[in-house]
């Protein structure tokens, strides 16, 4: 019984990489670049899209994934943004048909750049390829400094680290030094940002890092 599980888990993962691989080829035809947030709830992934929609000169458009409602989505929608909205029904992260079913609802040839706010989770979504061009590992400082080693996956194959609420550090115990030590010890390749969206602190380098994946894409 356990063999057959496992042959089914692998059989469905083999698919879902089979529609990571479509899209990936699909928005490297039209060169977009696609950013897959990955944090825990409340981690300040939507309030960072907030801040970085409509402000670069990017022509963005967002892909919320959450278990139920379609509060995000509406948030996003506010901004002017195009958004659309999967819920999981339960589900702990998106998959890549899910994202590919999505991708041709969005105005593809008037697009830079696809953002995917996944599922709330540090596990799930790090172990999956929805056809992303990049993985982005947010945490909080209210969360503690502890997060890389305790997930160190999505800290692994992470493209960029982003900490966020910085804002809260001289109210919150957070050794900063642990913390970035340990994505180094993990990930040492990864870029890294100290954010606070209260006080606009980190989202310039965020810009800078964003239109430089999108530059390597386009001539890559």
């Known amino acids: 019984m356990t063999t057959k599980k496992v042959e089914v888990q692998q059989a469905v993962m083999a698919a879902d990489l089979s529609y990571a691989q479509k899209i990936k080829d699909r928005l490297r035809e039209k060169g977009i670049l696609m950013v897959n947030l990955i944090g825990s709830p409340g981690s300040g992934k939507t309030t960072l899209l907030e801040k970085t929609l409509g402000k670069d000169g990017l022509r963005a458009a967002v892909i919320e994934g959450d278990v139920a409602t379609d509060r995000d989505a509406k948030r996003i929608e506010a901004t002017g943004v195009p958004s659309i909205q999967i819920n999981t029904d339960g589900g702990c992260h998106l998959e890549a048909n899910w994202v590919d079913s999505t991708i041709d609802k969005l105005p593809l040839d ?19 390829d929805i056809g992303e061009d990049h993985k982005v590992a947010i945490s909080s400082v209210p969360e503690g400094p502890d997060k890389p080693l305790k997930y160190p996956l999505l800290f692994t194959e992470a493209s960029a680290v982003v900490l966020t609420k910085t804002d809260l550090l001289p109210y919150v ?3 900063l030094d642990l913390y970035w030590g340990d994505v180094g010890k993990l990930n040492p390749k990864a870029k890294r940002l100290d954010m606070s969206c209260v006080k606009g602190e980190g989202l310039e380098e965020w810009s800078r890092i964003l239109r430089g994946w999108l530059e390597e894409k386009r001539n890559g």
């Not at 696809?114 to 790090?126: D, W």
């Open 110 to 128: 008037e697009l830079d750049i696809i953002f995917v706010e996944n599922v709330g989770n540090l596990v799930c979504p790090a172990e999956f």
């Open 173 to 175: 115990p957070f050794d």
